[in-house]
């Protein structure tokens, strides 16, 4: 069965930094999309980075540009997402989740991803 979890969230202050992980199983990282998602309070879930290994393919959303990076580690089986300087509008639930067995390639739309992890909070604030 697969299954993601994340892990890495906490409460940091204003321009702080957190790595999330997300440990994926059965699916292999290097053939699929792997992306991370957040949801605030009263908003709905957006995309905020996605990594295909096999395309090369690596979407942020604007907002994030210049602050997160997305990586893999194929050894691990293991998607990270690097988040420096946070700010409060960064605060949400983070997810992961996986395109297998739909694609390869990175997309923005969460209904386009097949499995999720239960989500890491993720709360910036002084």
């Known amino acids: 069965q697969v299954q993601l979890v994340e892990s890495g969230g906490g409460l940091v202050q204003p321009g702080d930094s957190l790595r999330l992980s997300c440990a994926v199983s059965?699916?292999?990282?290097?053939?699929?999309?792997v992306a991370w998602f957040r949801q605030a309070p009263g908003k709905e879930r957006e995309a905020v980075s996605c990594?295909?290994?096999?395309?090369?393919?690596?979407y942020y959303e604007n907002s994030v540009k210049g602050r997160f990076t997305i990586s893999s580690d194929t050894s691990k089986n293991t998607v990270y997402l690097t988040m420096n300087t946070l700010k409060p509008e960064d605060t949400a639930v983070y997810y992961c989740?996986?395109?297998?067995?739909?694609?390869?390639?990175?997309?923005?739309?969460?209904?386009?991803?097949?499995?999720w992890g239960q989500g890491t909070q993720v709360t910036v604030s002084s």
């Open positions: 990594t295909s290994v096999s395309d090369g393919d690596v």
């Open positions: 059965v699916v292999n990282v290097n053939y699929y999309a």
């Open positions: 989740a996986t395109r297998s067995p739909r694609g390869r390639s990175c997309v923005e739309t969460s209904i386009d991803y097949d499995y």
